[in-house]
């Protein structure tokens, strides 16, 4: 079936640096989420992309859907120990109605 | 408003019991989800329902499992018997569908172990 493959699987950061992580499908994509889950807690939606090409920025948190509607990435800029979280990009397939996540990326901001 | 809402948050029972997870979406959401999180496997999604119909359950691991919706504000998810390998967070998520606009509001889980 198709999948997501987020990259990396982890990242362990210094407070105020800026962190940067990709998303790719061997399918295309015509929407692209991105969620983050904190410890404990259920994913929150933080932006969602709908066309190739889009740029969407959330404050420090900036998104783009590649322009192959294969990839997308995330960046977040001086991050900050809240930050800690783990981030999946996530979408529907085409014609499809499931949403199918990645195996997220797990952000560790060391203060 | 109030969120998804999940209970019990936490369930510790012994294999070959039976588990109930239970789950009230958001008010006027009229789809819900059922994921299970492990380390291994990730974010999987269960089975879904649209208007309290099932719509695909191809994600329900074995016969053991089974998911109800008897009403647009509540729904259940069953194992008969447990197992440990069912160790895992449960999410329910709610979505209004047909809005075009996929984001799915996540309940903060049941973190069910099976000893």
């Known amino acids: 079936g198709q999948q997501l493959n987020q990259s990396p699987q982890s990242m362990f950061i210094q407070e105020g640096e800026d962190v940067s992580m990709n998303c790719t499908s061997s399918s295309i994509f015509n929407t692209w989420l991105w969620y983050k889950q904190e410890p404990g807690e259920g994913p929150v939606l933080l932006i969602a992309?709908?066309?190739?090409?889009e740029l969407t920025s959330n404050g420090r948190l900036t998104a783009q859907f590649g322009i192959t509607r294969k990839d997308s990435f995330l960046n977040i800029s001086a991050s900050i120990p809240s930050d800690v979280g783990i981030y999946f990009c996530?979408?529907?397939?085409?014609?499809?109605?499931?949403?199918?996540f990645g195996a997220g990326t797990r952000l560790f901001v060391k203060a | 408003d109030a969120g998804v809402i999940q209970s019990p948050r936490h369930e510790v029972t012994e294999m070959g019991q039976e588990v109930t997870l239970r789950c009230k979406p958001i008010s006027g959401h009229n789809s819900l989800f059922w994921y299970r999180q492990t380390m291994m496997r990730g974010l999987e999604l269960l089975i879904y329902f649209n208007n309290n119909v099932p719509i695909d359950d191809s994600g329900m691991p074995e016969d053991r499992f089974s998911a109800k919706m008897p009403n647009a504000s509540f729904s259940t998810l069953k194992i008969q018997p447990s197992e440990p390998r069912d160790s895992a967070v449960y999410f329910c998520a709610s979505i209004i569908w047909g809005t075009g606009f996929n984001e799915q509001f996540f309940g903060p889980g049941t973190r069910l172990t099976v000893l």
């Open positions: 996530a979408g529907p397939p085409p014609g499809g109605f499931k949403t199918i």
């Open positions: 992309l709908y066309k190739a090409g």
